[in-house]
């Protein structure tokens, strides 16, 4: 007797289940708030066999695996924009000649390398790793100074810790590469928290 209403319920459940399989390739999405198109069931009890039969559909489509794509998206490309530095000032600083002091063509190289592959790196983390944070709304150049403003928070960040650390008996490549980890984890963290901060819309006097 149990085990005949056991596969009653399991058989209504499969037929459920290959129902909303048959939606989804139809393309009727299910939305939050509206019935079943085709039992007529209430939005309320819809979502609820939603949730039951999809919990590993879009539910975590923003959480950890979309921070790890968009973690490893941003240090391929710090990786690149590392490389089209080094490039950069190598070119600035031994192939072009400036009527300067040897101190002054060092700055000047050091300027242009970083500029370069700040926008190195604002061009592709933009267009692929926050293009989907709620601050991505912004105006473009909003967009570049805030990157910009990040980055040079960052580098007063990793010589503060290279320097530290150096102070404390660190070996001077110890120190920069462990402030260097540090600084670009706190620069993907502020991409978050400032750079590409969702935009607060003014409620409108009634």
Known sequence: MFDGKACSHKGEHVQLAEKYENIETQGLVQQPGVGDPVTGTPAQHVQAHWLSYHPTGNAYAGGYADWFQRACSYL???GCSTMVNVFVFSIVYYRVLWPVDQQWHYLFAFAIASE???????????AITFRRLPGHSRPWFARCARFHLTYLLGKLLQLCLSFS??????????????????VTAFNFA??????????AHSRKSE
């Open 190 to 199: 502020f991409h978050h928290i400032f750079t590409y901060r969702r935009v």
């Open 165 to 182: 650390l150096h102070l404390l008996g660190s070996p001077a490549l110890v120190a920069q590469a462990a402030a260097i980890a540090i």
């Open 76 to 78: 391929l490309i710090g």
């Open 116 to 126: 370069v592959s700040i926008l190195a790196n604002f061009f592709p983390n933009d």
